[in-house]
């Protein structure tokens, strides 16, 4: 997050009971969630390398963390891998316009996951939604495929941050249009906006009531 959560907390009188944190990496958030008071945290991470990290910061400050890729289906799916920058724009989708922004970062491997979406994992974990609010993700432009498989679980949710794109850094990837269409009939507001990346960034979205 480029945002410190403290102060969007502050200034959006956020009231977060928890956070499924999708795209963990190496769990670099956790820390800050534990220092902004936020009870329960699930990180899931698919890579390999970057989760044995995201595990140990995790367990320190009590949150759990899956090896794990969240989308619209379950089984077992490729994805892109980028070594450099600890794995961070690794993705599912094909890199594009990535790859002219970047062109240091190379794809230069592929790797087998798993992949569930969040309603079965919730379901199949016995988790009370009631004690997650808030959902954090950055998978690299495959949001929408996310968020499609997280239709119950979504109305459970006060508020998302998301990295969005307005251009194809990912081939196929979800445009910011394409997140405010769908979350909108959830409620959700984009509430902030910042294009950090210039085709890429991130945002932040409540749900109507909360605001």
């Excluded at 087998?112 to 994992?121: P, Q, R």
């Excluded at 379901?123 to 009370?128: E, L």
């Excluded at 249009?177 to 085709?199: A, C, K, M, P, Q």
Aim: with cysteine; aromatic share 12%; net charge negative.
């Amino acid at each position: 997050m480029n945002h410190s959560l403290n102060t969007l907390m502050s200034d959006y009188k956020m009231k977060i009971r928890g956070v499924f944190h999708i795209g963990g990496n190496i769990g670099q958030e956790a820390e800050e969630y534990h220092v902004c008071g936020i009870e329960n945290g699930i990180f899931f991470e698919p890579q390999k390398l970057p989760f044995e990290e995201c595990l140990s910061k995790s367990k320190q400050f009590g949150y759990e963390a899956y090896n794990l890729a969240l989308g619209n289906k379950s089984g077992k799916i490729e994805m892109n891998i980028a070594p450099a920058n600890e794995g961070q724009s690794s993705s599912i989708l094909s890199p594009v316009k990535h790859l002219e922004q970047h062109p240091d970062i190379l794809f230069d491997r592929k790797e087998e996951v798993e992949i569930k979406t969040l309603d079965s994992f919730v379901n199949g974990c016995g988790i009370n939604t009631d004690d997650y609010n808030f959902i954090n993700i950055d998978v690299q432009g495959y949001e929408l495929e996310v968020f499609y498989g997280a239709k119950k679980t979504l109305e459970s949710i006060d508020y998302i941050y998301s990295e969005i794109n307005r251009d194809e850094v990912y081939e196929n990837c979800a445009r910011i249009e394409d997140l405010d269409s769908f979350l909108s009939t959830y409620g959700f507001t984009r509430v902030l906006t910042d294009w950090n990346g210039e085709i890429w960034g991130e945002a932040l979205y409540i749900r109507e009531k909360n605001e």
